[in-house]
């Protein structure tokens, strides 16, 4: 049985218990073992929580609530998120990473992914509890993939709770100059991605009946366009009405799903590459050294906007101090675009 089927089954037998599956090598003194399914269910049926037992190649851990959980299983977060576990997509570089660490640090256990095999095992070295942190490689537009990093959540964490889809690109052309497949790229990537990995998360959620919170991570120009950027403007357009269309599909099983639009956010982040600010630079008429300054005084605060800000944004949506928003979008931009 596949940790996803394990949890089925458990989630059939015992509603009320939160589980998590850990490797059976991780193994307790006081685990039970029932020798098959028939014997598992019947420990189940009766079992008083919390309890850890050991089936086939899992141990599972089974708890009332998640604070107990995550505590059995390691050491507890602290904070708004403490015993929540979320998913990040592109969460090996710039705001993707920000906002995984943002979660983290908000107590939550994070399975950061993307196609970053490496920028992965950099950022997770970093986080000081193992526990509550692990990573998988996962291309957001390929439906196997995305179903085995879910997969991989599930058997490490037990359950998901939250989703912040961040892998993005952003191919700079002007109209007359666009490339065909790059234009399908970034559609791939920013929408068929976004809508795989919010798909599988709403099979979980839905499964586990106790709710959740999505985020995605579109952009200012989702809500006003900016020039030379086409696919950008239109997929990250299309993000938030995805979004829209899904808070109000999801609201009854108590799945919440807000979107984050940043203004332009520097620090850390690959899209901002030295060709990028090149072209930027071309767009506005001035050096590329000019660009951050130049863009900063086109804000209300002519202040530069960094990865935690955004953070900040997702870990108060994903928290319960935003329980009574959905299908909402956050502008955090220093005050630069005025529509919603
Ligand atoms: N930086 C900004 O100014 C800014 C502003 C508004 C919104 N955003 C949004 O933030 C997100 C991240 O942007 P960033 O600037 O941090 O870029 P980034 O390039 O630094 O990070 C993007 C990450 O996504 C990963 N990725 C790309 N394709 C993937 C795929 N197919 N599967 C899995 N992962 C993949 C990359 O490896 C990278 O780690 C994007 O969605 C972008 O639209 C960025």
Redesign the pocket.
């Known amino acids: 049985m596949n940790p996803r089927e394990l949890l089925t089954l458990i989630q059939s037998i015992r509603p009320d218990a939160l589980a998590r599956v850990l490797d059976a090598s991780d193994a307790g003194d006081n685990d039970q073992q029932p020798e098959s399914e028939a014997a598992l269910s019947a420990l189940l049926r009766d079992a008083s929580l919390p309890l850890s037992l050991r089936f086939g190649e899992h141990r599972v851990l089974l708890a009332a609530g998640p604070q107990d959980l995550v505590k059995g299983a390691g050491t507890a977060g602290a904070g708004p998120l403490a015993g929540q576990v979320a998913v990040v997509?592109?969460a090996?570089?710039?705001?993707?990473m920000g906002i995984a660490k943002g979660l983290y640090q908000a107590g939550a256990a994070v399975l950061f992914t993307?196609?970053?095999a490496d920028?992965l095992v950099k950022v997770c070295a970093e986080m000081d509890d193992p526990a509550r942190v692990h990573h998988a490689v996962?291309?957001?537009?390929d439906e196997n993939s995305v179903a085995a990093g879910f997969d991989a959540a599930l058997a490490r964490f037990g359950r998901v709770d939250i989703l912040a889809c961040?892998?993005?690109?952003?191919p700079p052309y002007n109209l007359v100059d666009f490339p065909l497949d790059k234009f399908r790229f970034a559609c791939e990537?920013n929408l068929t991605?976004y809508f795989l990995m919010g798909r599988e998360a709403a099979r979980i959620m839905c499964a586990q009946g106790h709710g959740g919170s999505m985020v995605m991570?579109s952009?200012?120009s989702g809500l006003e366009p900016s020039k030379a950027n086409t696919a950008y403007n239109a997929t990250?357009s299309g993000e938030l009405h995805m979004a829209r269309g899904w808070a109000l599909e999801l609201g009854g099983e108590g799945i919440r799903v807000n979107c984050i639009a940043?203004g332009?956010?520097f620090e850390?982040?690959?899209?901002?590459n030295p060709e990028y600010m090149k072209k930027a630079a071309e767009k506005k008429g001035i050096q590329p050294d000019e660009v951050i300054p130049y863009y900063n005084s086109l804000t209300a605060l002519n202040a530069e906007i960094k990865p935690d800000d955004i953070a900040n944004a997702a870990v108060f949506l994903c928290s319960d101090a935003a329980r009574r928003m959905t299908g909402q979008v956050l502008v955090v931009d220093s005050g630069q675009v005025w529509t919603r």
């Open positions: 997509s592109g090996a570089s710039g705001l993707g993307d196609i970053d920028g996962v291309n957001v537009t961040c892998a993005g690109v952003a990537v991605g991570l952009s200012k990250k940043p332009n956010v850390g982040s690959k899209i901002w």
